[in-house]
């Protein structure tokens, strides 16, 4: 938020250079802190915030590097009285950007290899993640200006194959969590219906799926209309092909065969599926280059800089959001249930009578508690909310820790896939654009990114076609 509020103030030297200094450096921590200090989040939400704004703030900034604009705002702070320069050449364009995103990645990397194997907040490892956040801003801000010193053959060699590796990934795992949401909402819709006959749910469900079918068919509408004129043969065919694979893909989910073996299938899911593939398939045919007058809104009047800043914004606002998400959701990366709790053994409440006296009344509340989870009475987490009440004033942050029974998620993971987030923001920014303008860069407005998403839009239909098929083929590895 700093790096955004100090854009417009890059005229004025004294007071644009203390707030972007001052929001760059606090900007995480305060993040934290107000989120602590608010009853509704809890410190690991808080944590997750501070993360993904990290990771806004660095592909921001990524992105004033892909042009000498910000560096010739820079120079201008200082009265034109330096000429920045790094070691004779460029310090913006190509390497620049994979500079500042190895920066990051690397501080992800080093947590990740750190946070190896912590399972609750009672590690002293946690604090890495949950703390330290002066610190943590410091060594990343000086791992950016180390990579300045790094030989640029490292980073070409970078950028052209490990960054472009990550990338691919990052989409892929994307993907997967878009289907497994797509499952997730239509099952959790189904239960609550099934539990409690409420109209409510159902039309929920209902009309979520009918809003997500119709927006699917006008973004295809609008589409035609707009994006396949005469000799747009390459949008023609990724539209006509989104919309062909969008009507097999919801008559698959709901056959007889499919629906035999596996009865939680349906529109809605087809429905998410076909809204955030017909998404991504207008996205490429509205981002990709003019040069055969394909796209009008390139062609279209308006302040052009004011819709290139909107729109980068709002790109990494959606990777920072989309990467924080992928981060935690543990379910379709395999990551079961963080919460371990062990069964009591039947030598310890044979009769489930307390046959010892408890050292403390905190002993013995404790004990009644697990004879309670073990007999069915109480769930497991109540073994947690003991904890939190038990422990809360210890946490010296002044919020409920919600992490001391266990983790919300895999801290090791949740940087490694962040690591895959900076490739990918790297990757998004330096394919196939024209580092020599000098006006602010565009993101994303290139044949290769337009392809990326038409591309990952027939792989989202093809997982989530597999998802529907597997079952009916393998029917016993599945338990429907």
């Known amino acids: 938020m700093g790096a955004l509020l100090s854009l417009p103030l890059l005229a004025v030297p004294s007071l644009g250079t ?63 009285y330096v000429n920045i320069s790094c070691q004779g050449k460029q310090c913006y364009g190509y390497v620049a950007v994979q500079r500042v995103n190895w920066a990051l990645g690397l501080f992800h990397f080093i947590l990740a290899v750190l946070l190896l194997g912590v399972k609750s907040s009672r590690d002293g490892r946690a604090s890495l993640q949950n703390g330290y956040w002066g610190p943590k801003v410091l060594v990343w801000l000086a791992f950016v200006v180390l990579t300045f010193f790094i030989p640029e053959t490292f980073f070409q060699v970078w950028g052209q194959y490990i960054a472009l590796v990550g990338a691919m990934l990052f989409l892929l795992l994307g993907l997967i969590l878009l289907v497994d949401l797509a499952h997730t909402w239509a099952e959790f819709c189904l239960e609550k219906i099934e539990n409690t006959d409420s109209r409510g749910w159902r039309a929920l469900l209902i009309g979520s799926t009918l809003g997500m079918f119709t927006a699917s068919f006008a973004m295809t509408i609008l589409m035609y209309i707009f994006f396949a004129a005469s000799g747009c043969a390459m949008n023609q065919a990724a539209i006509t092909i989104n919309l062909i694979v969008l009507l097999i893909i919801t008559t698959i989910s709901v056959h007889p065969t499919v629906q035999e073996y596996n009865p939680k299938a349906g529109l809605a899911q087809a429905a998410m599926v076909a809204v955030y593939c017909t998404y991504l398939t207008m996205s490429a045919v509205s981002m990709e280059p003019d040069d055969r007058h394909c796209n009008p809104l390139v062609r279209a009047t308006g302040t052009r800089t004011a819709s290139t800043v909107l729109g980068a914004i709002v790109t990494m606002l959606t990777i920072a959001y989309t990467t924080t998400r992928a981060a935690t959701q543990g379910i379709a ?21 307390v046959d010892q006296q408890p050292s403390s009344r905190r002993q013995m509340r404790a004990e009644a508690l697990r004879a309670a989870v073990d007999a069915g009475s109480l769930p497991a987490n109540a073994l947690d909310d003991s904890d939190d009440d038990d422990d809360e004033s210890e946490d010296s942050r002044g919020g409920k820790d919600d992490e001391r029974g266990g983790t919300q998620y895999n801290y090791s993971l949740f940087h490694f896939i962040f690591l895959l987030a900076t490739t990918w923001v790297a990757t998004l920014l330096t394919q196939n654009i024209d580092f020599e303008n000098e006006a602010v860069a565009t993101v994303g407005r290139t044949y290769w990114a337009s392809w990326v998403k038409i591309v990952s839009s027939w792989i989202c239909y093809a997982i989530y076609g597999w998802t529907l098929l597997a079952p009916v083929m393998m029917p016993g590895r599945f338990g429907y």
């Open 333 to 353: 990366l395999g990551n079961n249930a963080s919460h371990a709790y062990s069964k009591v053994g039947d030598e310890e409440v044979e009769h489930g009578l």
């Open 18 to 80: 203390l707030m972007s200094f001052g929001a760059s450096c606090c900007g995480a921590a305060a993040c934290s802190a107000i989120c602590n200090r608010c009853g509704v989040f809890k410190s690991s939400m808080a944590t997750r915030i501070a993360y993904a704004f990290i990771l806004l703030v660095n592909s921001i900034i990524s992105w004033l590097m892909l042009t000498p604009w910000a560096l010739k705002k820079l120079e201008h702070l200082t009265l034109d």
